[in-house]
């Protein structure tokens, strides 16, 4: 009769745990307190400025919902946020739409150009819209339309990533029987692949528009016009009131158009389609 082999048990001493552990902790109180004091930040300031900030509140309620009435420039303000955010999806989308087919490993003409495209698409991702804002200003001026094509430059990356992925995952099944009897790449993706992955792309766009939406008035803050600006304006002209109601409007006008936009989803793709 042989020998039964145990498994070995690879026991840590209780005392090592301990060093591991303690060393986590102190590394993590380190990098805290670095960026603490690197930022200046300190919770405390909350408690100690709490007379300032109830102060603040005070000033800025009740809201002044009246200025939707005495400013009518502020329609026209939203107007240019929504637009921004409505051609940086589309334009994006668009392009987008043309380059992911260059960078879907199944429809790409060789692999380098789809790993470069992947690439191209990384970059332009990790370049906040911000930047790719103040760049244009520079070029075409401060407003609404530089705001629009960071927002089109950023949708790009963002799109790209998802329609190639969709176009992947598409269902090889219809593809091979075009295969057989003899279509071209151009058919093979116009009637088999574009198909498949249109929901996919309809749903992305809608996404991306409540995206762009939000980075629309961020934008805007900083020079690129719409309700954005107002709202700076606000806050620079001490308008606490103003900037109050401009603040709840904000919040409205995101909540209405993602039920928009979820409603719009739903009558093109069908209520299975969201989650």
């Known amino acids: 009769m042989g020998e039964s082999h145990q498994p070995v048990v690879d026991y840590e001493l209780p005392s090592k745990k301990f060093r591991r552990n303690a060393t986590y902790c102190l590394g993590f109180a380190v990098i805290f307190s670095g960026v603490s004091i690197a930022l200046g930040f300190d919770p405390l300031k909350i408690i100690y400025e709490f007379g300032q900030i109830v102060d603040l509140v005070e000033r800025m309620a009740p809201p002044n919902m009246m200025i939707f009435v005495q400013q009518r420039n502020l329609f026209d303000s939203i107007g240019e946020t929504i637009a921004m955010a409505f051609l940086g999806s589309l334009f994006g989308g668009l392009l987008a739409f043309m380059l992911a087919f260059l960078a879907a490993s199944n429809t790409t003409p060789r692999p380098i150009v789809a790993k470069t495209t992947r690439t191209l698409f990384a970059i ?7 930047v790719t804002m103040l760049v244009f200003q520079v070029a075409v001026g401060i407003g609404p339309f530089s705001a629009a094509l960071a927002l089109i430059i950023g949708s790009i990356g963002m799109f790209g990533k998802l329609f190639a992925e969709s176009i992947e995952n598409v269902d090889r099944g ?18 088999a ?5 249109m929901p996919s792309f309809i749903s992305s766009w809608f996404y991306s528009f409540d995206i762009n939406l939000r980075q629309a008035i961020v934008l805007g803050v900083y020079g690129g016009g719409g309700v954005g600006m107002q709202l700076h304006l606000a ?8 900037m109050l109601a401009l603040v709840i409007f904000i919040i409205v006008l995101i909540a209405s158009m993602e039920r928009v936009s979820d409603y719009l989803r739903r009558k093109m793709l069908g209520s299975n389609t969201l989650k």
């Open 235 to 242: 806050q620079k002209t001490l308008n606490y009131k103003n």
């Open 124 to 130: 332009e991702r990790s370049i906040p819209q911000l």
């Open 193 to 197: 692949i574009i198909p498949a992955a």
């Open 174 to 191: 219809p593809i091979e029987s075009l295969e057989a009897i003899g279509a071209t790449g151009f058919q093979r993706i116009r009637y």
